[in-house]
């Protein structure tokens, strides 16, 4: 007989997979009380919180599942994967060195290959090197494409041409799962070998996969690995325009009969009148002075509530209509975002008779520029990059660049 708890970590980790950390993580308390002795909830609930970048919260549910089940070595492996992103390396090592000829699952090999390889352990990797590569091919639960790992230690031993092959089957096995969290884990390893070998084309595609994995860490609010992906993009200086922002030409942001017509470095593009669109014009406008959000949008104080609940409701319909896309990863970010917006909109329904013309005007223009950045991801990635990392929303919206940039909003 299937345990009771069972299905619910198997729908906790498709839902872990997809980026629906939240559902993940409801569905990992609900197994936790069916089967309150049970490793596995737990074990989900940890990975959970690393995937999010909570990885201190992360050490704290992995040493209380370890006080019970010592002998789990997945869960041995995690503790010292959460050790080795928190940059206890001394620790990891040593948890590394407790696991060696104790490693008996895919999931637990697998992760003491991201330990050896965060710890450009070359004596570990040559030993795991040979567990993975009996698995080739195989998926290892949450952790995916298990050639992935093979990639780490591969580029750990100097192996690049071998560790390159490795990541793009991961690529192409992970996005076949519509797995955008380990898409883009992928995309970023990919990236940092290839940046490491730099031969002819290497760094252009290095650039490009590590932009495509921080627009996926930023969709899925993974902050802390978005920001490690955007330092070095900012140092390939490929969302600047020029050096020198005296001498370079505006870019433009301004609107047309038809809608908006952004220029960004060397692109134009023309795209629909959204209303996200207008707020973003008016934070660049303001030119770094904040605005509050009641200034930005249009006779919101008469039913906020209802207002907001219905541009919500248009944007669920919206991402309903990609759900079955056929880009499976571009399918599963849908189903994220909607898992957000679904309990966001929960709570705004609930609490409808006490929300004020400033909460519904947040919660609105916070909507219009997420999703018409997403419009911009299309057409203009580059200037969708530049706004997620220059544009700040809450009560007060300001734009922020880290750099001057010229802008052009008449005709």
Request: proline letters at 4%; glycine letters at 10%.
């Amino acid at each position: 007989m299937t345990a009771p708890w069972g299905p619910l970590v198997r729908q906790g980790s498709q839902a872990l997979l997809e980026g629906r950390f939240g559902e993940c993580e409801r569905l990992a308390a609900e197994a936790a009380r069916l089967g309150p002795d049970e490793p596995a909830p737990g074990l989900l609930a940890a990975f959970a919180c690393r995937e999010q970048g909570r990885a201190a919260e992360a050490e704290i549910l992995v040493r209380r599942l370890l006080a019970g089940h010592p002998d789990v070595d997945e869960a041995q492996a995690l503790l010292g994967a959460v050790l080795a992103d928190l940059g206890r390396d001394g620790e990891a090592r040593r948890q590394l060195d407790l696991l060696e000829g104790w490693l008996g699952s895919a999931a637990a090999t697998a992760l003491a290959a991201e330990i050896a390889n965060t710890l450009d352990s070359f004596e570990h990797a040559e030993t795991l090197y040979g567990p993975l590569e009996g698995r080739a091919g195989a998926v290892a639960g949450c952790h995916g494409s298990v050639d992935r790992h093979l990639g780490l230690v591969c580029h750990v031993l100097g192996r690049w041409d071998d560790a390159e092959r490795h990541f793009r089957v991961a690529l192409d096995v992970n996005r076949a799962a519509g797995a955008p969290v380990l898409v883009a884990h992928t995309g970023r390893h990919l990236s940092a070998l290839l940046r490491a070998r730099g031969a002819d084309g290497d760094w252009e595609r290095a650039v490009e996969l590590l932009a495509r994995a921080a627009a996926i860490y930023r969709r899925l609010e993974i902050d802390r690995l978005a920001e490690e992906a955007e330092v070095v993009l900012r140092r390939s200086q490929v969302f600047t325009t020029h050096d020198d922002p005296a001498t370079s030409a505006a870019n433009v942001f301004r609107r047309t009969p038809s809608g908006w017509e952004l220029i960004y470095g060397d692109r134009r593009a023309v795209v629909g009148d959204l209303a996200g669109l207008g707020h973003i014009a008016a934070l660049l406008a303001a030119a770094g002075r904040p605005v509050h959000v009641v200034d930005l949008v249009d006779r919101v104080e008469d039913a906020p509530g209802d207002q907001v609940a219905a541009e919500y409701r248009s944007r669920l319909d919206e991402l309903g209509g990609q759900l079955t896309a056929t880009d499976p990863v571009a399918a599963a970010l849908a189903r994220a975002e909607g898992d957000v917006l679904a309990a966001e909109l929960s709570v705004l329904t609930a609490s409808a008779s006490a929300s004020s013309a400033g909460d519904g005007a947040r919660r609105l223009v916070a909507l219009r520029i997420r999703s018409s950045l997403e419009r911009l991801d299309d057409v203009l990635p580059a200037l969708a990059h530049h706004l997620r990392r220059s544009v700040r929303t809450g009560t007060f919206c300001i734009y922020e660049p880290e750099r001057p940039e010229r802008w052009r909003m008449g005709s």
